[in-house]
């Protein structure tokens, strides 16, 4: 996990070529002490940085994002407010790359939606 304590796994199911995905977000941890004071959201970049480790335990590959595509954020993440979202992901190979399309909601309203290509990493 890159930043450390942002988030828990919750409920976390892998089936073929889907993830769906429980989040609870730590509301007291210290990035939204800064991301905004007093008006705490998600940023943008975690919530992007979640579905790269939720790919990444899915494939148990470690993965680079390549390509952001038809990145939509259409509501915001008050952790405060929306503690728990849900992150659903479908995942194909092609030629190598990790294709993801992928949505984020809390509640009955979508955050995000996402199309996203992660290369392999050689490690």
């Not at 890159?2 to 977000?25: F, S």
């Not at 790919?55 to 405060?80: C, D, G, H, R, W």
């Amino acid at each position: 996990m890159l930043i450390d304590g942002l988030y828990e796994i919750l409920e976390y199911e892998h089936e073929q070529q889907r993830v769906e995905a429980t989040i609870k977000l730590n509301k007291d941890h210290n990035i939204f002490k800064g991301h905004f004071p007093g008006h705490p959201v998600m940023p943008g970049v975690c919530i992007i940085q979640i579905i790269k480790e939720l790919t990444e335990k899915s494939l148990n590959k470690s993965l680079s994002l390549s390509v952001a595509s038809n990145v939509k954020f259409m509501a915001i993440i008050n952790p405060q407010k929306n503690e728990v979202i849900k992150v659903d992901l479908a995942l194909s190979e092609n030629d190598g790359d990790i294709k993801v399309k992928n949505t984020v909601s809390f509640d009955d309203t979508l955050a995000l939606k996402l199309n996203a290509t992660f290369k392999i990493k050689n490690v």
